[in-house]
């Protein structure tokens, strides 16, 4: 049985809210106002238009909480113990591209400790969510992680850093190493959704380097909800602090983390 709680149902409540002026916005790419944040990284009015209806949202049902945002930065709440960790869009190239794979993710800390995750695909209508200690789940069922136990057979996403980012070449590093041991390696352009699919048993695992705390505290939860596995490439938790991700599971955590510090040197 899913037991949700009300603070849960009005996280999801907010994200299919702002879910539908992206989708609009996402149907009228052209019309867009398109600003350059930064080579190769876009904001869009569609961006911002969903993180203020999001704010808005959960301020009405919990006003004293905090945020952090990835467009408005860090805003205090008088409330010191809880924030919302949220990504209006993550995947902002493949919307403005006009691909479907992007999604809104909304996380809750607790005195700094994620203890529900959101992350909603509008275009599939999929709804990932989690808290603490229930489990996770895709709509209403109940995610679990894959069972692979060999990197052979696994597939697994990453994120390539782009035009303008750092780790260039330690990512080929690590590419040239995945590549030749597992069965398929898959690039899908938003770090929430490559969570929420190691999550739902889709992908056998990710990893990344260079990820903001806004691309990944939600699908932590969900991940970890799911039975998984998720560290920093030493295998720590400090995954929000040096932008280093690896998720998986029981089995292939630690084989993933091993190829990736032998693949770095
Ligand atoms: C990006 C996506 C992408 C990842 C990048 C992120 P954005 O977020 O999650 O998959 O590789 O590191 O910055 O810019 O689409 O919100
Ligand atoms: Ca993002």
């Known amino acids: 049985m899913m037991v949700r709680s009300a603070l849960l149902n009005v996280t999801m409540a907010a994200a299919r809210k702002a879910a539908r002026s992206l989708v609009r916005d996402y149907g009228e790419l052209e019309q867009l106002q398109v600003s350059m944040k930064g080579p190769a990284d876009f904001v869009s009015s569609a961006d911002i238009k969903a993180e203020k209806t999001l704010r808005q949202e959960l301020k009405k049902a919990r006003p004293h909480y905090g945020f952090l945002l990835e467009e408005g930065g860090e805003i205090a709440g008088d409330d010191k113990s809880h ?3 949220i990504d209006p869009i993550d995947g902002t ?3 403005l591209h006009g691909i479907p794979n992007f999604c809104i993710s909304i996380a809750l800390e607790r005195d700094g400790e994620i203890i529900a995750g959101v992350i909603y695909q509008p ?3 999929e709804m990932f969510h989690a808290e603490r200690g229930a489990g996770a789940f895709l709509n209403e069922r109940r995610l679990r992680v894959s069972a692979r136990r060999k990197l052979e057979e696994s597939v697994l996403t990453t994120g390539i850093p782009f035009l303008g980012r750092p ?3 330690v990512f080929l590093k690590e590419l040239g190493a995945v590549m030749k041991t597992v069965a398929g390696v898959r690039r899908f352009g938003s770090a929430a959704l490559d969570l929420a699919y190691v999550a739902a048993g889709r992908c056998d695992g990710y990893w990344e380097a260079g990820i903001k ?3 990944i505290a939600a699908g932590i939860i969900l991940v970890r909800e799911a039975g998984g ?6 295998g720590g938790t400090r995954m929000m602090e ?3 991700v690896v998720a998986s599971n029981d089995h292939l955590h630690q084989p993933m983390l091993k190829l990736l510090k032998t ?3």
């Open 167 to 169: 780790g260039h070449e």
């Open 242 to 244: 040096t932008g280093e």
């Open 213 to 215: 705390p806004w691309d």
């Open 229 to 234: 596995y998720v560290t920093d490439y030493d």
């Open 93 to 95: 190239t493949n919307f």
């Open 83 to 85: 924030r919302w960790i």
């Open 263 to 265: 693949a770095r040197g």
């Open 123 to 125: 275009l599939g209508d």
